[in-house]
C-alpha cells in the first residue's frame, strides 16, 4: 500500500486537532499540510527527521507541536533546538498575531526553515542559527519552548542568561521525567508537569512548565 498524500492526511490533521481541544482556521489547516509536504520533498534529499511515513508525520511533528499551544504565555516565543522547525513551525502557522524565533546550529535544519518560511509566506518567524549558550538577543522572549532537545538541567543552563522573572519555560518530554528534576541551574523553579495525550501518539507525553526567579 502506498503513504497517502498530504491532502489525504486533511481528515487525520482536523481529527486530530479536535481531539486537542484546538479550533483553526481552514487556511490554517491546508497551510500545516502544505508544511508537511515540504518536510516530506526536502526529507529525500536532506534526512531532516528519522520519520518517514507521511501519516505518523501528523502525530509526531504536527500534533505534538500543536499541543504545546496552549501553554504559551505572551506574544514573544523563543524556541530553542528546534532542529528542522518543530515545535515552531506549526506553533508560529498557528498563532499569526505571536511572534517567534526558531533556533538551531544545525545550518541544514535552519535553510529548510527559511525555506519554508519563504515558500509558505510565514510573516512572524526568524529563523536564527546559533547555539543556545552563545545566542545573544536584542530583546527578550514571554515564553522559551523546547521539544526533543536535552535534558531539562543541560537545557536550563544553555538559556539562563535569555531569561527574566516574566519568561515561561515550556519544556515537552516523553515519559515523566523524574530523573531531570533536580541539579537545575538557581532560579528556576518547576511550576507544574501536565500530562498530555496526543492523538494517534502512541508515547507518553509530558508538558514541563518552569518559571525563573531573578536574584
Not at 506549526?90 to 544545525?106: K, R, W
Not at 507518553?204 to 531573578?214: D, G, K, P, Q, T
Request: charged share 15%.
Amino acid at each position: 500500500m502506498s503513504s497517502p498524500t498530504v491532502p489525504d492526511l486533511k481528515p487525520n490533521l482536523t481529527q486530530g486537532l479536535k481531539a486537542l481541544g484546538l479550533e483553526l482556521p481552514e487556511a490554517r489547516i491546508d497551510l500545516l499540510l502544505q508544511l508537511l509536504a515540504l518536510l516530506i520533498k526536502w526529507n529525500k534529499s536532506y534526512n531532516l527527521t528519522a520519520v518517514r511515513d507521511p501519516q505518523q508525520m501528523v502525530p509526531v511533528h504536527l500534533l505534538d507541536s500543536l499541543a504545546m499551544m496552549p501553554f504559551l504565555q505572551g506574544n514573544s516565543v523563543l524556541d530553542v533546538g528546534t532542529g528542522p522547525g518543530f515545535p515552531g513551525l506549526p506553533l508560529a502557522i498557528a498563532c499569526p498575531e505571536t511572534q517567534f524565533t526558531l533556533l538551531d546550529s544545525n545550518a541544514k535544519k535552519t535553510r529548510f526553515i527559511t525555506q519554508a518560511v519563504m515558500e509558505l509566506g510565514i510573516q512572524n518567524v526568524t529563523v536564527v542559527q546559533s547555539r543556545a549558550e552563545a545566542f545573544q538577543p536584542a530583546g527578550q522572549y514571554s515564553s522559551i519552548i523546547t521539544r526533543a532537545f536535552a535534558s531539562i538541567p543541560e537545557m536550563l543552563a544553555m538559556i539562563k542568561h535569555l531569561c527574566t522573572n516574566t519568561t515561561a519555560v515550556i519544556a515537552m518530554k516523553g515519559q515523566y521525567p523524574k530523573e531531570e528534576l533536580s541539579d537545575w541551574p538557581s532560579g528556576f523553579v518547576c511550576d507544574e508537569i501536565r500530562a498530555v495525550q496526543v492523538p494517534e501518539l502512541d508515547a507518553a507525553r509530558h508538558v514541563v512548565l518552569i518559571s525563573y526567579e531573578m536574584s
